[in-house]
């Protein structure tokens, strides 16, 4: 009886070692699948992003042609994009991408007409409106990456990892001038020339000068 009594015990020992174990392994499968869920979150954004980038570049060109180097440098970043094989590659990329957007819209600064088309400020808001989701998705990827890498440096979960295999991911990083929007805004009025005179400072009044 009493060996029986042991046996049943080291069996029930072994059964909810299992459990725990395939429940831990579930558990990071779980966590990596969420990683990867979220990182085609900021896929999608990316390639809406670079799929504007031809249509935004046609429509300054009609304006100022003469911006080539420009041009070519947002057409760079832009193939750095699409051809992105990692994490970190596409990270940099779109940090390149940003700076090149930006330096596009300080030249469209330069063309009133060009900010006044219909067409360059839809292709700005729909710029917009994707900087702000890529921003959210990147935050929400960051935060998945971040609980799936605890789960594969911490106790008991570590032993687990190791021994399947299950390997940490990426950060999605934005550098400094990544993390400012791109998004230029030309619907403020220059301040016209009264404005300018009320703002210019007034000449001091000669000695001995009477208040008219």
Do not use: C
Not at 36 to 55: C, T
Not at 105 to 133: G, T, W
Not at 152 to 163: C, D, G, K, R, Y
Request: no cysteine.
């Amino acid at each position: 009886m009493t060996a029986i009594i042991i046996i049943g015990v080291i069996v029930a020992i072994v059964v909810l070692a299992l459990i725990i174990l395939v429940t831990m392994y579930n558990g990071l499968v779980r966590s990596r699948n969420r990683v990867k869920e979220a990182w085609s979150g900021i896929d999608v954004q990316l390639r809406r992003r670079a799929s504007l980038v031809p249509n935004l570049v046609e429509t300054v060109k009609g304006y100022a042609s003469h911006e080539r180097e420009t041009f070519e440098e947002v057409t760079r970043a832009r193939s750095a994009v699409e051809q992105a094989g990692t994490i970190p590659d596409a990270a940099a990329a779109n940090n390149m991408l940003t700076g090149a957007l930006r330096h596009l819209f300080a030249v469209a600064e330069n063309y009133p007409e060009l900010r006044a088309s219909e067409n360059f400020m839809d292709l700005q808001n729909e710029l917009s409106d994707i900087e702000e989701k890529i921003a959210f998705s990147r935050q929400f990827y960051n935060t998945n990456v971040l609980d799936y890498n605890n789960r594969l440096q911490t106790v008991p979960t570590v032993f687990i990892a190791n021994t399947f295999g299950f390997t940490r991911e990426e950060f999605f990083e934005a550098d400094e001038e990544g993390r400012a929007e791109v998004r230029v805004d030309f619907t403020g009025a220059a301040p016209t020339a009264a404005a300018s005179d009320e703002n210019a400072e007034t000449p001091a009044e000669q000695p001995g000068q009477q208040p008219s």
